[in-house]
């Protein structure tokens, strides 16, 4: 019986992802190009992913779903007993950071650049962008 189960997250930008985990600290491996890294459970169970988080002796993976997006999963049991983190907790912090890189490459892309960035008391960030024009 497998202890893996999928977080309510969806990941579709591994840039995105890479930049946030950097962000909170936390080491992960990236599976080579048609690879792939083994993500470490219960009872020695392991599971194949393209990028497997260190929590100690368990881990976070990230893992292709059938539709190009990626699914977080865990012994979310195992890691909250060796790491102190929830499911949720874990969830929110990277959810956050997660999207922040995610609209910021958005941004790039379409040829703004970050102008400033305000960081509020109840967690929410504001970004203010600006586009320059040639006329």
């Known amino acids: 019986m497998s202890h893996f189960t999928k977080c309510e997250l969806k990941i579709t930008n591994l840039a995105a992802l890479k930049r946030a985990l950097s962000d ?3 080491k992960f491996t990236e599976a080579e190009q048609h690879q792939s890294v ?3 459970g219960w009872r020695e169970q392991t599971l194949d992913a393209a990028i497997s988080i260190d929590m100690g002796k368990y881990d976070i993976g990230v893992v ?5 997006t990626y699914d977080v999963v865990a012994d979310w049991w195992g890691v909250e007993t060796t790491k102190g983190i929830t499911e ?3 969830r929110d912090k990277l959810n956050q950071r997660y999207q922040y890189y995610n609209v910021l490459q958005a941004c790039e892309e ?10 509020e008391e ?3 960030i504001q970004l ?3 586009k320059w024009v040639n006329d």
């Open 128 to 130: 203010v962008v600006r």
């Open 24 to 26: 909170l600290d936390y």
């Open 64 to 68: 292709a779903a059938e539709d190009g």
């Open 110 to 119: 379409k040829g703004y650049s970050l102008e400033e960035e305000v960081n």
């Open 38 to 40: 083994s993500v470490r």
């Open 88 to 90: 949720a907790e874990f």
């Open 122 to 124: 109840d967690g929410t």
